[in-house]
């Protein structure tokens, strides 16, 4: 009788073990996904809605810069992060080793150059300060804008990641400030100009289409994702994230909200 109980509590324990490693139990997990403030923030919040509807829990994390969303995913303090574009994202993963992926595409925020001193670019005197992220990628993307503006001439073969030295021509004797993104917004009464990138321009109450000076094409490759662990990246939690975000819903939330000042990119 000792026996059949025995073998009857080493049964139950053998069901207790597979339902703790039971794909419905995983469902109980709250994902963390890592943002900036502002719209990135907004949107997510919408996302998470839908989500839910999937059995999928979010928590959104806010960040106030771009290095520790990705540093956070890397270590796994979060499951993945939605903030940044594919050149950032490969620079990241360049200069840290970082083994992320892009698990989707997002939104594009237009890159636009906003002024508290002047009308049009053409106004801008000579030497005039012009602020530009300080991060490789932007950096590059705000110095294409100024060339496509025609206020100076890169290298050709300058590319995505062009910096002031990469400047050939500068009639304008323009003075490049290399600034942190966040910060360029509260930097405009001390610059002449400020290259903004789109979704720290929203948070500062730069509507892109009203009060840019000068805006970048809204294509190019400059769209936002969803950046996950590569380890990570065949899960099926983050084909629930992406068709969520990718969601008719999402979409209408996005152009109601955000206008023409962010565009989606699916």
């Known amino acids: 009788m000792k026996r059949r109980q025995l073998l009857q509590f ?3 324990l053998g069901v207790v073990a597979s339902l703790a490693a039971s794909p419905v139990m995983a469902q109980d997990k709250t994902y963390k996904i890592g943002v900036t403030g502002g719209p990135h923030a907004q949107i997510l919040e919408f996302v998470k809605g839908i989500a839910a509807k999937d059995g999928l829990k979010i928590e959104v994390v806010e960040f106030s810069d771009y290095v520790q969303p990705n540093a956070a995913l890397a270590a796994g303090d979060l499951d993945a992060n939605s903030y940044q574009h594919l050149p950032y994202l490969d620079a990241q993963i360049k200069d840290r080793g970082y083994k992320l992926s892009n698990a989707g595409y997002t939104i594009t925020f237009p890159m636009g150059i906003y002024s508290k001193k002047v009308k049009t670019l053409t106004d801008l ?7 530009i992220p300080n991060d490789p990628t932007n950096g590059g ?3 294409l804008v100024l060339q496509s503006q025609g206020l100076i ?3 050709a073969d300058a590319g995505l ?5 990469d400047i050939v021509e500068n009639p304008k004797k323009l003075n490049i400030v290399e600034l942190d993104a966040a910060q360029l917004p509260r930097s405009l009464s001390d610059l002449d100009a400020a ?3 789109g979704n720290y321009a929203a948070s500062a109450g730069l509507d892109p289409v009203k009060d840019a000076i000068a805006i970048e094409d809204a294509k190019g490759p400059y769209a936002n994702l969803i950046a996950v662990r590569t380890a990570d990246k065949d899960q099926a939690w ?6 969520a975000y990718h ?4 979409k209408d939330f996005v152009n109601t909200t955000f206008k023409n000042s962010v565009i989606t990119a699916w």
């Open 10 to 12: 080493v049964a139950g």
């Open 125 to 131: 005197p000579n030497g005039a300060r012009v602020g």
């Open 141 to 143: 993307r705000a110095l």
């Open 153 to 155: 001439k890169l290298k």
């Open 161 to 165: 990641k062009a910096t002031p030295l």
């Open 195 to 197: 290259a903004v990138n």
């Open 238 to 243: 983050i084909s629930k994230l992406v068709k």
């Open 247 to 250: 969601s008719p819903e999402t």
